[in-house]
């Protein structure tokens, strides 16, 4: 304790702990997320479908176990060629926190690595013939393709 004397006030000191509760992370923490933007595209386009969910274990303190999982439908028009493309993917890796947090706090700098798999399909929706020599035809033939 230390008191202070001055003209007429007397101030004491006690020297205390920081007030802040500071709690300690827990050993196991679960997060979960979505991807918005691909939700938002979906809606935006009529040309893409996707969904995307991602999800980590906290193990350790600077240590996470993750996992993402999504799908996509895309429909593309290249040159003389329409086609759809379908598929899923999975997603395993980890992260690890590089940065060095003060007490208390939950800042992270992630180096991460996932392994992933995916199986996708494609379909042909319509494709356009090229004719080399036009004269006696239009320059191209349209095919939809119903296999």
Request: without cysteine.
């Amino acid at each position: 304790m230390l008191t202070v004397k001055g003209q007429e006030t007397v101030i004491t000191v006690l020297n205390q702990s920081d007030s802040l509760d500071l709690k300690e992370k827990p050993p196991l923490s679960f997060r979960f997320g979505v991807d918005l933007f691909r939700i938002i595209k979906s809606q935006a386009s009529n040309d893409f479908q996707g969904f995307e969910a991602v999800t980590d274990l906290r193990i350790s303190e600077d240590f996470y176990i993750a996992v993402e999982v999504g799908n996509e439908k895309v429909i593309k028009q290249v040159e003389q060629v329409n086609f759809t493309t379908n598929g899923t993917y999975y997603k395993l890796g980890f992260d690890f926190n590089m940065f060095d947090n003060w007490k208390g706090m939950d800042n992270q700098v992630v180096l991460g690595l996932r392994l992933a798999s995916s199986s996708h399909n494609q379909f042909l929706n319509s494709y356009t013939l090229l004719n080399r020599n036009p004269f006696w035809e239009d320059s191209g033939t349209n095919i939809n393709s119903g296999f």
